[in-house]
């Protein structure tokens, strides 16, 4: 009797997992007919990376690897080509009407997802929304924007509220993707978030949250009929799990490759290792204020020295990463090419440095911080450092306390970090050294490079901006406010199956990766 | 009973607001989610901004009594990564955790089950001695590593079961069978004792000298009584699997409660961390108690004033 009853029970169990099962289990398809080439016909492209999109809300996103899909789906005024020129996006030309007013003409005969026309309105609604409204993330990029003035259907001013050189590069970033102003006035953001619409190539399908954004072709493309029938972003936080996705055939690009499995990718039939330089510096911040051991230029010289940053690319990096003595790499408005691919390594120098710094016995002391996913690259950096005569003090913190130290300013001589510019301008990577901004972090302070970087901030002449940024860059090199160590590389795992050249701004524009021929 | 259930769900409400006070506390000394907001080039001023707007700039005990008022209205606060309100985001992640952890308690009975059953009746034998090894083996083996071990051999190397992700049943039979024998290990030794201390009771001996088949006397006598502490440790070990398959969940991109609570703690999303927390105590205090009653209904001797 009871036998039966365990025997019952045991059975209806099964029929619920089997029944939850496939309640959980939306029509994706299985694995296998998610590649590239597939049996069925249908052409999908499948990536994954460690993260998911925060949400399909352009304006209030703050993350590369949202917007690497979000670009699939809305469209900017204008674009970055992967060499960071700008070229038309929804807007054909623009022009310069004052210092403060820029012009912009719409493409014409472009629809929303949903069929609705794309007008000047839309541009007025978006810009406006972002610039205005200072609980969205995107705001402080945009907020310097005063108004958008719709001049007729197809052309629209932005007015912002002194001369901004940047303008340009604020429309062609996360935060400037056209939204279908009539959809969302008509439904609210809600609606809009559960069900967004661009004028992209690609459509949303679906997204199932840490697990897949599904997004499908958009037949009234305005470029024409988009390469792939189904695009597919997978999240897949450990990065084992990804390289194995990638070798079982069921992913044809997977980001985030850890340098250790770069090997075991390349020996695989079928599947490759590219990689790209991305917009991202690894740095040591160092502290000038009065007191404090690296306020003595020589000190600071001889951090530089001391650290082999062709070896550490080499060994930890796993040959990911490009040495520089400048934070503004190619690409970005501003870059000094002399500094770039340059390195400094004296070990015996430095050594020197220390003695005429008045270190003749015990080294200069001094905390190094370091967020928990730079610690090798710091353990290495504190080796290296006190091989030649420093004491250093290793403090190593989990992310969202780093955070929290950097943006209040509290590191102690040093700090590391990899910094990124998804401005594509130098002003990023320098705002930091004005006096104001330096303040409490790395206490800088030079009359000229201060006169420099507040004339850049609004010098619309860009041949004499660029040279300004230029002539900061020597400057800091000799000043040492920061000792850079290298720009970090991307490296992607991929099929065969497709062409893909990966992007210094880590963007996945579907439209530019081919199915190989 | 009825008395004993009502007092029970009672003394839910100051676990529960123990729990809150605990996590609301950790989470907000452990880190500034305006930092991981705002780009690294933002300015004090946006800071200021954001902060003000979030309600951070508010004393400690302020927000922690907005937090409770609006908690009790079902509203934990708005993800900081999402934009969207918590709880619901908590919620909808249920049904991928309740189902992964129900296929490996699935797993683990059935592998759990009859191992136990014959070492006891095998007890001190070699069969006994291999199934006590294995038992060890499989609970000191990490998540992590036989995870990562069965998509190689199983999805790399065989190609045929899904390496990762949520869909169909072929992609709940790795990571459940990953959770399922941890679990089993346990079970395992538990069944053994557990078995062992009823064949040795007067009962058993009775019915043995009765002339009743050995296979009736260990199935129907000793089995039924043997399953009690099992249901207990079935019930404790299956609410630890809602909230603690984490590193399982990890492995195999299972978008589930322990996924998502994973990535609020790195983000610092305050929030989805109070709500997931908040949920996983409540679905631990509610199992406790319905432990116990099925324990009751198994054995009526337990009483319950």
């Known amino acids: ?517 | 009973m009825k008395t004993y259930i009502a007092k029970s769900l009672l003394q839910v409400i100051p676990v529960l607001l123990i729990v809150s006070l605990i996590v609301f506390i950790l989470v907000r000394v452990t880190g500034d989610p305006v930092a991981l907001m705002l780009p690294e080039t933002a300015t004090a001023e946006d800071r200021a901004v954001l902060t003000q707007a979030l309600g951070l700039d508010q004393p400690l005990y302020a927000q922690y009594i907005k937090f409770i008022g609006s908690a009790l209205q079902g509203d934990f606060g708005t993800s900081f990564r999402y934009g969207e309100s918590a709880l619901p985001l908590v919620l909808e992640r249920l049904p991928a955790s309740f189902e992964l952890a129900v296929a490996a308690m699935i797993f683990a009975i059935i592998i759990a089950v009859p191992l136990g059953v014959i070492s006891a009746v095998k007890r001190n034998t070699f069969t006994d001695l291999i199934i006590s090894s294995l038992s060890v083996v499989g609970k000191a083996m990490p998540n992590f590593w036989m995870g990562i071990m069965l998509i190689l051999l199983f999805s790399v190397m065989l190609g045929m079961l899904p390496v990762s992700g949520r869909g169909g049943m072929e992609h709940l039979i790795l990571p459940a069978f990953t959770l399922g024998v941890g679990l089993s290990a346990q079970m395992t030794r538990l069944i053994r004792s557990s078995m062992l201390d009823i064949l040795n009771q007067d009962y058993i001996r009775t019915a043995r000298s009765k002339g009743i088949l050995e296979i009736v006397v260990i199935g129907k006598h000793a089995f039924r009584n043997g399953l009690i502490p099992v249901v207990t440790i079935m019930s404790l070990q299956f609410t630890s699997l809602i909230g603690g398959t984490l590193i399982t969940e990890t492995v195999f991109a299972w978008p589930g409660l322990g996924q998502l609570l994973v990535v609020a703690v790195n983000t610092h999303d305050m929030a989805i961390v109070q709500a997931a927390v908040f949920v996983i105590a409540f679905i631990v205090v509610i199992s406790n108690i319905l432990t116990d009653v099925v324990y009751r209904l198994f054995d009526p001797r337990i009483k319950y004033s």
């Open chain 1, 1 to 517: 009797m009871y036998r039966h009853k365990w025997f019952t029970s045991g059975i209806t169990l099964l029929i619920a997992v089997m029944i939850l099962a496939a309640c959980g289990a939306p029509s994706t398809g299985g694995s296998k007919d998610t590649a590239a080439s597939t049996s069925t016909g249908s052409k999908v492209l499948t990536i994954a990376s460690a993260t998911d999109i925060e949400s399909f809300d352009p304006h209030n996103n703050n993350n590369t690897a949202s917007e690497a899909v979000l670009v699939n789906v809305f469209d900017y005024l204008l674009k970055n080509d992967s060499q960071q020129k700008k070229v038309p996006g929804l807007a054909t030309t623009w022009e310069k009407v004052n210092d403060t007013t820029w012009r912009f003409h719409l493409r014409e005969g472009v629809t929303f997802h949903n069929g609705d026309p794309f007008t000047a309105e839309d541009v007025k609604y978006t810009i406006e929304r972002v610039a205005k409204d200072n609980t969205l993330k995107q705001n402080s990029y945009f907020k310097n924007i005063k108004e958008v003035k719709v001049v007729d259907e197809h052309t629209a001013d932005i007015i912002t509220d002194g001369p901004d050189p940047l303008l340009l590069n604020r429309l062609s970033k996360m935060g400037a993707g056209i939204v279908p102003s009539k959809y969302i006035e008509k439904n609210g953001i809600e609606a809009f978030l559960k069900n967004p619409i661009g004028t992209g190539p690609y459509k949303f399908s679906q997204w199932m949250k840490d697990d897949r954004v599904v997004l499908v072709k958009n037949d009234k493309y305005y470029e024409g009929q988009p390469k792939w029938d189904q695009v597919v972003f997978r999240s897949i936080p450990e990065a084992s799990t990804r390289v194995s996705e990638l070798l079982a055939g069921s992913i044809d690009i997977a980001s985030g490759i850890p340098s250790t499995d770069i090997e075991r990718i390349q020996g695989e039939e079928g599947k490759k290792i590219v990689k790209a330089p991305i917009q991202r510096v690894l740095q040591l911040i160092l502290r000038q204020s009065q007191g404090s051991v690296t306020a003595d230029s020589k000190v600071r010289e001889a951090i530089d020295l001391a650290i082999d940053k062709k070896g550490i690319v080499d060994s930890i990096a796993g040959g990911a990463g490009i040495v520089t003595r400048t934070s503004v790499t190619p690409g970005n408005f501003g870059a000094d090419p002399s500094l770039y691919e340059k390195t400094l390594y004296d070990p015996t120098k430095a050594k020197e440095l220390l003695k005429q710094a008045g270190y003749t016995g015990e080294g200069p002391a001094l905390t190094l911080s370091v967020s928990s996913i730079y610690k090798e690259y710091a353990e290495v950096v504190a080796a290296m450092l006190n091989k030649e005569g420093f004491n250093i003090k290793l403090d190593v913190l989990e992310p969202s306390a780093f955070s929290e130290r950097y943006s209040s300013k509290s590191f102690k001589e040093m700090f590391m970090i990899g910094i990124g510019n998804s401005l594509f301008d130098a002003s990023n990577n320098y705002n930091r050294y004005l006096l104001e901004e330096a303040k409490g972090e790395t206490d800088y302070n030079n009359p000229k490079v201060e006169k420099l970087l507040q004339h850049a901030l609004t010098n619309l002449d860009t041949a004499s901006r660029e040279k300004e940024y230029q002539q900061v860059q020597q400057i800091l090199a000799e000043d040492r406010p920061a000792v850079y160590l290298f720009q970090m590389e991307g490296i992607y795992g991929t099929s065969n199956g497709v062409d893909f050249q990966p992007r210094s701004d880590e963007m996945f524009y579907a439209e530019d990766i081919a199915p190989a021929k």
